[in-house]
Every structure is written in C-alpha cells, then in structure tokens.
C-alpha cells in the first residue's frame, strides 16, 4: 500500500510546519493502529507512506485494513493550538508475483494511488 494524505499542505500552509508535524505523528499512530503487529509502516518521504502487508488473509484483509485507515484518518486532529484539522488519505495497492520485484510493486501501487488521486480522493484502488 501507498498512502498519500489528502489535504496536508493546506495544513502546512495555514497553520505552519509544526502543526504538520503534528499530523504526521497522529496519521503515524493512527496507521499503526489500523494494521496488524505483522505488517510494515514506513514513511517514504512529505506526506507519503508506505504498508508492506503479510499473510493477507482472509482474502480481501487489504480492502478491510483500507477501509480502517480511511475511517481512521477522516476524524479530526486537534493540534496543540487548539484547532482542529481535518485530512483524507488516497491509497494505492498492488501486490506481486514471485517474480515481481519490489520497484515493479511500488510503481503498481504508485498508479493507484493517483488514479484514486484523479477520481476524488481519501480512497482506495487495486492495480
């Protein structure tokens, strides 16, 4: 999975880099909190991440935790000021063969990312 946040620069913009600091720390706990101790978090980088899952069972286990993390992430993040900021997430989501290799995923998962990018936002799609 790649997830990319959904509104974050207004974020910065309006209430400066602390404040978007503090959202990434949030969005960080609430994305560990949507996963399994089994699969992986990481930050790639601004406002982008990355879930490496394991064991995807049942079956459709990737479109539940999705789902999870768009839940999580549409509530409201009160930061140290007292304002409330409010973020999506758009995700993309790819999985490969024994032949894949691990840049031919994430470029997968990259394109779905921003196809969700184009359709409107704080979802999910599979290539």
Known sequence: MLLDLDGFKAVNDTYGHDAGDEVLVEVSQRFKNSIRATDVLGRMGGDEFIIIL????????????????????????????????????????ASGSPASTVESIIK????????????????????
């Open 54 to 93: 394991t064991k995807c069972e049942p079956i459709n286990a990737e479109i539940i935790i999705a789902k999870k993390i768009i839940s999580a992430i549409q509530k409201p993040i009160l930061l140290k000021s007292n304002q409330t900021v409010s973020i999506g997430v758009s995700i993309g989501m």
């Open 108 to 127: 997968a998962a990259d394109e779905a990312m921003y196809l969700v990018k184009r359709q409107g936002k704080n979802s999910f799609a599979k290539i």
